[in-house]
């Protein structure tokens, strides 16, 4: 393990200059090679509760922090939510979501600024989690992944503390290189439950458990609002709803879509609609607001190029697809249709062999005796 710089050492080591021991630049050159160490030590591991530790630990172990906590941004509500916490009770793992774009601190954190608060008592954004915990300063910064800003990490003392620029730097370093770990460690697990879920669906026969099996792993997995099935009935040229997930029961008044041209992109390939309240071919548009939301995302189900129907997910916000996700819902797609088209053949196999096995029985004194083998 290596060695990783904290508060102490810093005094130790300014006393050490000031007894002409060590100097200022090789005190530079060490904290920069621990630093550089630590993100290596964090970047190593694509479990993603081992990730969380690891940055936690490393905040903990540098700062001298009496506690800290990472926060992540959940799409499904454009909050940040407490994903762990190091040096705090239990109950911590219980506190609200934050809407970081409220306050001031939040908004500077979404601007991608360290932010050093004196007093948390009297900061909006953290004032609850400070008074339940009895934490008196902290330390700030913004996780980033990929550009964007998708979550904080936090230290905090539980005595009033001026955090340095020299800590503030470090932690700012520290959880930029926390956001790409968690992002990819995030995309390995879910590349890890997509390969579970192709495996569920795939085992089953009964068609409406797989309905809603997809509906359900399609919502958790990209943290949607809501998601929905809907297949072809190819002579009446119609999309029907089959399965639907976290919306309400009144949201499909229609269980029927005539294949319109914009039904008929959806077949086609991958769409996604920023802002489906201003589409007038949307169906549902009187509904968006109520259920709250804003964006979808529609995908088609194919086997053999052939579309037997669409996956649809329904997000509250506007939200951009990155490569992966595209590849994730692309997958799961995959997965999707031929588990629907496996139960479908599965099911008109059995019905065949019922109908036979009636033939046959009444072919043999019509059901009296069975016939001799």
Known sequence: MPHILSHPDLLLWHAAICKGGTTEMEIESQYRSDLCMTCGEISCTLNYEEALKAILDAVHNCLSADG?????????????????VRGLSEKAMDQPPIALQEGSTGARLLEGHEVA?????????????????????????????????IGALLAFSREPRDFSADEASYLLTLASQGGVTLGNARQHRDLHLIAEVGRAVTSRRDLREILRQIVESAKNLFAAKGAAVYLTNPEARTLEVKASYG????????????????????????????DASKEREFPFPEHLETEGLRSVICTPLKVKDKPIGVLRLYMT???????????????????SAISIENARLYNHIVRDYEDLTRDVWQWYDWGERPPKT
Do not use: Y
């Open 117 to 149: 608060i004196k007093d948390l008592v009297h900061d909006p954004t953290f004032e609850k989690i400070a008074r339940d915990e009895g934490l008196r300063s902290g330390l700030a910064a913004p996780l980033r992944s990929r550009g964007k800003v």
């Open 247 to 274: 919306l309400s029961d009144g949201f499909f008044e229609k269980d029927v879509l005539k294949i319109d041209d914009t039904v008929q992109e959806c077949l086609e390939r991958l769409v996604v609609i920023p």
């Open 317 to 335: 916000r506007l939200r951009e697809l990155s490569h992966a996700d595209r590849m994730l819902i692309g997958i799961l797609a995959d997965f």
């Open 68 to 84: 800290s906590s990472l926060f992540l941004l959940d799409l499904s509500n454009d909050k940040f939510s407490i994903a762990a």
